[in-house]
Structure formats: C-alpha cells, structure tokens
C-alpha cells in the first residue's frame, strides 16, 4: 500500500495574483517543517489551480491520503456547502484515495491566539 500523503492549501481565490502570498509563504513554512510532504495550491475560483484538477494530479502521482485545507477564516456558505460538494466528488472519482476536509484554518485555536496576539501587538507596539 502506497502511503503518499499531501496537503491542498485552498483559497477563495481573487483577480489579484499577490492575494495569494499569504498562501504561498504558508506553503514554503510547511515545506520547510515536512520536506517529504507533497503540499499544493488550489482555488475556488478567479485562480488556477482548481481544487478538482490538483486532486487529480495528486492522485495520478501516487498520493493516497489528501487533507484540503481551507485557508479561509470561518466556515462561511463555500466551506458549509460548495466545497464539501468538490470533496465529495473528487472521492467518488478516487476511491483510492482518502480525501478529508479540515475545518477553515482560521477556526483553529492557534490561528485564532495568533490573530489575538497580532492584533495586541498592533496596539502596543508599532506596526511592521
């Protein structure tokens, strides 16, 4: 049994390239702490890739376990209904593969004590 695993780091997307920075920095962080982990880009829309599309790149590379994360602050409407929809039908096509959903990134107790602390930081302290 194959046991390739990758993360998908998906956004809204925007008509800005530079949008996706943030994504693309937290990227090279997770690279950096996982060498051996496959992690990708993938975008709900205005941006390529697609989340379908990378699913199945990963899959035709082997990977057999894919955690989407979105890199959105809250569970708003894509996350309760669009994108559950996109996983659904990208583990019909890969039955091989298990694809999970995580939470909105920004749910995260970490993320949220580090949205706290920042925002502290930018009341005392001056702004970087």
């Known amino acids: 049994m194959n046991d390739k695993n990758a993360v998908v780091l998906f956004g809204h997307g925007a008509r800005d390239p530079e949008w996706a920075r943030p994504m693309q920095r937290t990227r090279e962080r997770l690279l950096a702490l996982a060498p051996d982990l496959q992690v990708?880009?993938?975008f709900l829309e205005f941006m390529?890739?697609?989340l379908e599309g990378v699913i199945d790149k990963l899959t035709t590379q082997?990977?057999?376990?894919?955690?989407v994360v979105p890199?959105?602050?809250a569970q708003g409407g894509h996350l309760k209904s669009d994108v559950p929809?996109?996983?659904?039908e990208a583990r019909a096509?890969?039955?091989?593969?298990?694809?999970?959903q995580a939470l909105a990134v920004g749910e995260a107790d970490s993320v949220i004590a580090a949205m706290a602390a920042y925002a502290h930081r930018c009341v005392t302290a001056p702004l970087t």
């Open 40 to 42: 990708e880009l993938a």
């Open 48 to 50: 390529q890739p697609t």
């Open 85 to 88: 929809k996109l996983v659904a």
């Open 71 to 73: 890199m959105f602050i």
């Open 62 to 67: 082997g990977v057999r376990r894919i955690a």
């Open 93 to 100: 096509r890969h039955p091989e593969c298990e694809i999970v």
